[in-house]
């Protein structure tokens, strides 16, 4: 089963017809995992060993334009910057519209603008894949359903599949060969209170990417074969803290999952580490905070910026600690 069989599955006679409109566009949230996903049943159609479970940054994402041009090639613009199309960015977005148009044609001028850092492990992939996805619904008049579009932002990015709504969404494993019964389902519950601080130590290129990093842990790492148990241990724990309105529950499980999901890391060969410095100091501080009696946890995904965890009426105290983005 290839990515275009599954373009073509859910399309059926709207795939490679005309688009609508001569340009649309559509914003996306980024979304930061607090149960991860961490290595692939398919590494074709981005397919998850486990299903995972995020919450959305609301105002924080990826706004897509797709534009119709008669250049005969892409252009790219990401964040003001004409992309080099050689880049494997551009070649892996552009791999992903020549699924939904016929011999790459049209060509498109592609703006996406985005207000996270790129690459520096703060799921933009995610965003990104999920933005264009949306574009092209409105750019073809696909009417496709909020599924239906999750299935297909995983072809771009595994990530991308939670991107599709706000709030908090599970993405599925799915148990099928052909992923269908892999895609987000949003949680209804809403918990105003609850905020997540982004601390940047670093906008750098993360170096490794979390495909690559994914991939060599599922291989080397002995560790791994835990990482499945793990996830089913915290997913309902998860769910119930968000049910509950449970925070230390939500926290601490948040915590030891990424704590976790970097043990496998350590454990692959060559080993992989995405902490800075900073990053295992700052670890220390919110822990040394939380036993003065301060709740706050903190995710990481792979890159070495931290995501803290609090509540709203700790935010005052939060921030005489640290600068948040
Ligand atoms: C997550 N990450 O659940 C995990 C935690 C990174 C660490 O999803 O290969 O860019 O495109 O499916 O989606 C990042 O992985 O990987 C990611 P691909 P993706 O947020």
Not at 121 to 140: D, E, H, M, R, V
């Amino acid at each position: 089963m290839k990515k275009a069989d599954v373009a073509k599955a859910i399309l059926a006679d709207q795939l490679f017809s005309m688009p609508q409109h001569s340009c649309a566009e559509a914003f996306a949230p980024t979304n930061i995992a607090l149960g991860k996903y961490w290595g692939k049943r398919n590494q074709e159609l981005n397919l998850p060993v486990t299903s995972s479970l995020s919450i959305s940054l609301d105002n924080k994402g990826a706004t897509a334009q797709l534009k119709i041009n008669e250049k005969h090639r892409d252009d790219i613009i990401l964040n003001n910057r004409l992309i080099d199309p050689t880049s494997s960015f551009a070649k892996r977005l552009i791999e992903f519209l020549n699924l939904f148009r016929e011999n790459e044609k049209p060509n498109f001028d592609i703006t996406i603008q985005s207000n996270i850092p790129i690459a520096a492990g703060l799921a933009s992939s995610a965003c990104g894949f999920a933005s264009i996805i949306k574009a092209l619904n409105n750019l073809y008049g696909w009417n496709l359903d909020s599924q239906e579009l999750s299935i297909l932002a995983r072809l771009g990015s595994g990530s991308a599949s939670r991107s599709i709504w706000s709030g908090f969404v599970e993405w599925h494993a799915g148990t099928r060969d052909d992923g269908m019964d892999s895609y987000g389902e949003p949680i209804s519950t809403l918990w105003p209170d609850l905020i997540i601080g982004l601390l940047i130590f670093s906008e750098q290129d993360k170096g490794l990417s979390s495909r690559v990093a994914m991939q060599r842990t599922i291989e080397t790492s002995l560790l791994y074969n835990s990482w499945p148990s793990k996830v089913a241990h915290d997913l309902p724990l998860l769910k119930q803290a968000i049910a509950t309105q449970d925070f230390e529950l939500l926290g601490k499980t948040a915590e030891s999952n990424a704590l976790t999901m970097h043990a496998t890391m350590l454990s692959a060969w060559p080993p992989i580490n995405y902490c800075l410095p900073e990053t295992l100091l700052t670890m220390q501080k919110i822990w040394r905070l939380r036993e003065e009696g301060l709740p706050i946890y903190f995710t990481q995904d792979a890159g070495p910026n931290l995501k803290l965890l609090f509540l709203k009426n700790s935010l005052a105290d939060v921030r005489s600690h640290f600068s948040l983005i």
